[in-house]
């Protein structure tokens, strides 16, 4: 069974920085892209990265660029998405996909809430 | 603010058809594969539909997509009480270098 499990969201004062984590299991991890996406509270869905299956090729919305990093494990079975100088505005649920070539999101973990406050 | 529009909100009698809209530009919806999700009530989000109009193993054929131009439509007939969702269109923007949600719309059963 394909599986993606979020985990590393929590509570952060503004500044602040975080380190969200999805483990994958179920199939070839090192076969996809792997991306983030974001849901703020009562908002819509926003894309957030894309990372390519070897890690050459890294994509991110314009809101983030410079502040969020998407990395991957391939040896790991893992996607990494570290968020640093963190604003209110980042506070949302955080949901890591598995991408079909950055054309779809085939398959979500279940999402990690990240609150920024003060 | 999203680059592809979607109506925020249908709603049809329990049996009947809903179409969903999702207007987009020539970078695209024009250029690329259109996906749409659903989201149900507090869970996460599904693909429903991919590559515009393919559905994916487990999908009703009471769903189907279509795309026409910088446009692209989601269909859903015989219209139950668990449709009852928020649904997304999505692709990829190749002037943005990056994936692209629909505004999102709701899904009533009257």
Redesign the interface.
């Known amino acids: 069974e394909v599986q993606l499990v979020e985990s590393g969201g929590g509570l952060v004062q503004p500044g602040g920085s975080l380190r969200l984590s999805c483990a994958a299991s179920g199939f070839s991890f090192s076969s996809y892209w792997m991306?983030w996406?974001r849901q703020a509270p009562g908002k819509?869905?926003?894309?957030v990265a894309?990372i390519k299956q070897d890690g050459s090729e890294k994509?991110?919305?314009?809101s983030v660029k410079g502040r969020f990093t998407v990395s991957r494990d391939n040896a790991k079975n893992t996607l990494y998405l570290q968020m640093n100088s963190l604003r209110v505005e980042d506070t949302a649920v955080y949901?890591c996909g598995r991408m079909?070539e950055?054309?779809?999101?085939?398959?979500?973990?279940?999402?990690t809430l990240v609150t920024v406050s003060p | 603010q999203s680059v592809l529009t979607q109506p925020p909100s249908v709603s049809a009698a329990p049996g009947q058809k809903v179409t969903i809209s999702c207007s987009g530009s020539s970078s695209n919806i024009g250029h690329d594969y259109v996906s749409w999700y659903q989201q149900l009530p507090g869970t996460a989000p599904k693909l429903l539909i991919y590559e515009n109009n393919k559905r994916p193993s487990g999908i009703p054929d009471r769903f189907s997509g279509s795309r026409s131009g910088t446009s692209a439509t989601l269909g859903i007939t015989g219209l139950q009480t668990g449709d009852e969702a928020d649904y997304y269109c999505g692709t990829w923007d190749d002037s943005l270098s990056a994936f692209v949600f629909g505004t999102g719309t709701k899904v009533t059963v009257l």
């Open positions: 991306t996406v819509g869905l926003n894309w894309t994509y991110y919305v314009d949901y079909q950055a054309s779809e999101v085939d398959c979500w973990g279940q999402g």
